[in-house]
């Protein structure tokens, strides 16, 4: 089955200065790969994602890069706020999957600094 | 805010009581889906419902009893259950799901009922 390693566990950045959260994935079938941001006391919140057939995506302060070969994605955020503190998970999905199939990643709390 | 609306927010129950979670959508969304959450972790996929039908259940006690109604409701019936069953539930609904053709993937979560059984 599909195995997902997201890194850093925890992740510190100086509110302002950007954060850069990487996630490797096992299976080749993989292509659907969501970012979710999860706020204290709250349920995970799709932030943005990505199917294989692009590179990289963009959404305002957010982008996400995919790296099919090395199959390895990473979620940036730049200008970071106090607001961006939160958990957040990336996951796969196979071809067909789907919702069903996601694969998270054991998340990584991003913490901004004023 | 999110549009998968959980009741309770909060629930606290012995082990030999019997209780309820409930999750609804309006998104016209097909597949609707259980997931367990514990402090520090991602959330553990539990039922998934498509077409109001239960596709998957990933292995789940059968103190956990899940039901769908209709399209728009999911429940989760609770009974006898033992101290670390205590976590936060989350319900989610996505477009299409069970297999069906195009599965988009996306996952849109609710706000999760928090669960302690003493």
């Known amino acids: 089955g599909e195995n997902v390693e997201q890194h850093p566990s925890t992740l510190s950045v100086q509110e302002g200065d950007s954060a850069v959260i990487k996630c490797t994935y096992s299976d080749s079938a993989s292509n659907y790969f969501p970012w979710y941001k999860q706020e204290l006391g709250k349920g995970p919140q799709l932030i943005i994602d990505?199917?294989?057939?692009?590179g990289e995506k963009k959404d305002q302060r957010i982008a996400v890069t995919l790296n099919k070969t090395a199959k390895h994605f990473s979620l940036h955020i730049t200008e970071t706020q106090p607001e961006d503190s939160a958990v957040y998970f990336c996951a796969a999905s196979r071809a067909g999957g789907g919702a069903d199939g996601l694969t998270f990643g054991k998340g990584t709390h991003l913490i901004i600094q004023p | 805010d999110t549009e998968v609306t959980q009741t309770p927010k909060h629930l606290v129950m012995g082990m030999t009581n019997k209780k309820s979670l409930k999750c609804e959508q309006h998104m016209g969304h097909r597949a609707m889906y259980w997931y367990k959450q514990k402090a520090k972790k991602p959330p553990e996929l539990m039922f998934v419902?498509?077409?109001?039908?239960?596709?998957i259940n990933e292995s789940v006690p059968s103190r956990f009893s899940p039901e769908c109604p209709n399209s728009s409701l999911l429940n989760l019936h609770l009974h006898a259950l033992q101290p670390e069953d205590s976590a936060l539930y989350l319900c989610?609904?996505?477009?299409?799901?069970?297999?069906?053709?195009?599965?988009?993937?996306?996952?849109?979560f609710g706000e999760g009922s928090r669960l302690t059984v003493l």
């Open positions: 419902y498509s077409y109001e039908k239960l596709s």
């Open positions: 990505i199917r294989s057939n692009v």
């Open positions: 989610a609904s996505s477009p299409q799901g069970g297999g069906a053709k195009p599965n988009t993937g996306e996952l849109f």
